[in-house]
Antibody
């Protein structure tokens, strides 16, 4: 059974760096074809893909946010970490992590964590 | 940057067929995926690789592709199908993208 859970601060100040951790079980990020991605959703708005890391450490970033994002993995801990620099109130959103299957879709999702950016 | 375009809303009566479209220049070469999201919940994959249905998804959900447009079809719509639906794909460089979402209202 694949499960994922996001953790991190619920409130960050403008200009600060956000660090989110996705802790998962039921699969290994050392298995060929597997990946973990991050997606966010501002309140009442659409889903936005942020970043993705594959089993072979290949990384992909949203072009519009690439300069602010870093994604890393710790295979031994079954964790993927996303950092986003220079946070702004427009970054207020629910942040999800999700398992990426070999079919290149998000087939299992975490419950999401709401991050509010405010001074 | 690559974009996927969906209608903001679709409305149907119970028992009718709902069709939600998603348009994008790369769709003839890249697979599309569909997600259902109900209020306060994480999205759920309902269609992958244009037309494949994951286990546990009702048969009334189907997908199709034609040129630069993919379509999610829900036959015999039920009240429980009222939700937001998002298409997702990728471009040739491996950059992922979601559509703007379609709110399905069951009248």
């Amino acid at each position: 059974q694949i499960t994922l859970k996001e953790s991190g601060p619920t409130l960050v100040k403008p200009t600060q760096t956000l660090t989110l951790t996705c802790t998962f079980s039921g699969f290994s990020l050392s298995t060929s074809g597997v990946g973990v991605g991050w997606i966010r959703q501002p309140p009442g708005k659409a889903l936005e893909w942020l970043a993705l890391i594959y089993w072979n450490d290949d990384k992909r970033y949203s072009p519009s946010l690439k300069s602010r994002l870093t994604i890393t993995k710790d295979t031994s801990k079954n964790q993927v970490v996303l950092t986003m620099t220079n946070m702004d109130p427009v970054d207020t959103a629910t942040y999800y992590c999700a398992h990426v299957s070999s079919s290149r879709n998000f087939d299992y999702w975490g419950q999401g964590t709401l991050v509010t950016v405010s001074s | 940057s690559y974009e996927l375009t969906q209608p903001p809303s679709v409305s149907v009566s119970p028992g009718q067929t709902a069709r939600i479209t998603c348009s994008g220049d790369a769709l003839p070469k890249q697979y599309a995926y569909w997600y259902q999201q109900k209020p306060g919940q994480a999205p759920v994959l309902v269609i992958y690789k244009d037309s494949e249905r994951p286990s546990g998804i009702p048969e009334r959900f189907s997908g199709s592709s034609s040129g630069t447009t993919v379509t999610l079809t829900i036959s015999g719509v039920q009240a429980e199908d009222e939700a937001d639906y998002y298409c997702q794909s990728a471009d040739s460089s491996g950059t992922y993208v979601f559509g703007g979402g379609t709110k399905l209202t069951v009248l």
